[in-house]
């Protein structure tokens, strides 16, 4: 039988690495992904290869692979510290990763943690300002932080703050649904805690202007109103959202 196909006593095919195994799906005359299991090429440590190929197979459209660390290392695999944040990355390393998604009605979205973002950067400003429309990714609540760094000298500034949304079907009409107020607005950061349920107590810090019981909304902005006493006013304003 040498340089034929081997059979075992009773006519099944032996598969030997001479003779490999092959899995194909098809449909049709089209091959639309393929399994093989080859030898380990020379001077690696490749335990197993999984791909699935186009037609053609010239596109890797998946690929799986398990090794070692390139030649001389001597670092153990899977040298992570699991106790800490910010972990380098590993050419040893063997990962298992799960990304949450969520969806937004049409697409998917990456799942988030809680996270800060800047609507209005800080400038100078003497007229009242809207900031861009903001995407509540899947936070319930958020911290407002009003942060002011220059203001005009003897002045009592006062501004106020509106949570503001639209409705799903698109309108341009903005609703107002939460606001407050900051009087004599002097030279620190402001802030007002915004999440379902949530109540005021006596021990907030002056600096904390509001704590409000509602949700954040998927689609929002958020007004600064210039209201009284305001030549020029230097400020900031981001928001912290918390799950």
């Given at each position: 039988?040498?340089?034929?196909?081997?059979?075992?006593?009773?006519?099944?095919?032996?598969?030997?690495?001479?003779?490999?195994?092959?899995?194909?799906?098809?449909?049709?005359?089209?091959?639309?992904?393929?399994?093989?299991?080859?030898?380990?090429?020379?001077?690696?440590?490749?335990?197993?290869?999984?791909?699935?190929?186009?037609?053609?197979?010239?596109?890797?459209?998946?690929?799986?692979?398990?090794?070692?660390?390139?030649?001389?290392?001597?670092?153990?695999?899977?040298?992570?510290?699991?106790?800490?944040?910010?972990?380098?990355?590993?050419?040893?390393?063997?990962?298992?990763?799960?990304?949450?998604?969520?969806?937004?009605?049409?697409?998917?979205?990456?799942?988030?943690?809680?996270?800060?973002?800047?609507?209005?950067?800080?400038?100078?400003?003497?007229a009242s300002i809207n900031t861009p429309l903001v995407?509540?990714?899947?936070?319930?609540?958020?911290?407002?932080?009003?942060?002011?760094?220059?203001?005009?000298?003897?002045?009592?500034?006062?501004?106020?703050?509106?949570?503001?949304?639209?409705?799903?079907?698109?309108?341009?009409?903005?609703?107002?649904?939460?606001?407050?107020?900051?009087?004599?607005?002097?030279?620190?950061?402001?802030?007002?805690?915004?999440?379902?349920?949530?109540?005021?107590?006596?021990?907030?810090?002056?600096?904390?202007?509001?704590?409000?019981?509602?949700?954040?909304?998927?689609?929002?902005?958020?007004?600064?109103?210039?209201?009284?006493?305001?030549?020029?006013?230097?400020?900031?304003?981001?928001?912290?959202?918390?799950?």
């Amino acid at each position: 039988m040498s340089g034929g196909t081997p059979f075992s006593s009773n006519g099944q095919e032996l598969f030997t690495d001479n003779n490999p195994a092959s899995v194909k799906l098809k449909t049709g005359n089209s091959t639309i992904g393929k399994v093989t299991f080859d030898s380990l090429p020379a001077g690696t440590n490749y335990i197993g290869d999984v791909a699935l190929r186009s037609g053609s197979y010239n596109n890797i459209i998946g690929k799986m692979a398990i090794a070692e660390p390139t030649s001389g290392s001597t670092a153990a695999v899977g040298n992570l510290t699991v106790a800490s944040d910010g972990n380098n990355t590993f050419v040893n390393t063997i990962y298992s990763s799960a990304y949450q998604q969520g969806f937004n009605g049409s697409t998917w979205d990456r799942w988030r943690n809680n996270v800060p973002m800047v609507v209005l950067p800080t400038a100078k400003r003497t007229a009242s300002i809207n900031t861009p429309l903001v995407t509540n990714h899947n936070a319930k609540g958020m911290i407002v932080y009003f942060n002011v760094t220059a203001k005009t000298t003897a002045a009592s500034p006062t501004v106020t703050l509106k949570l503001r949304t639209s409705s799903p079907n698109g309108e341009a009409q903005m609703h107002y649904l939460a606001s407050f107020d900051i009087t004599n607005v002097g030279i620190g950061a402001y802030s007002a805690i915004i999440y379902p349920g949530s109540t005021g107590g006596t021990t907030l810090d002056s600096f904390v202007k509001a704590v409000i019981g509602i949700p954040v909304p998927r689609i929002f902005d958020i007004q600064v109103i210039h209201n009284a006493d305001i030549t020029d006013l230097t400020y900031s304003l981001s928001c912290s959202f918390i799950l």
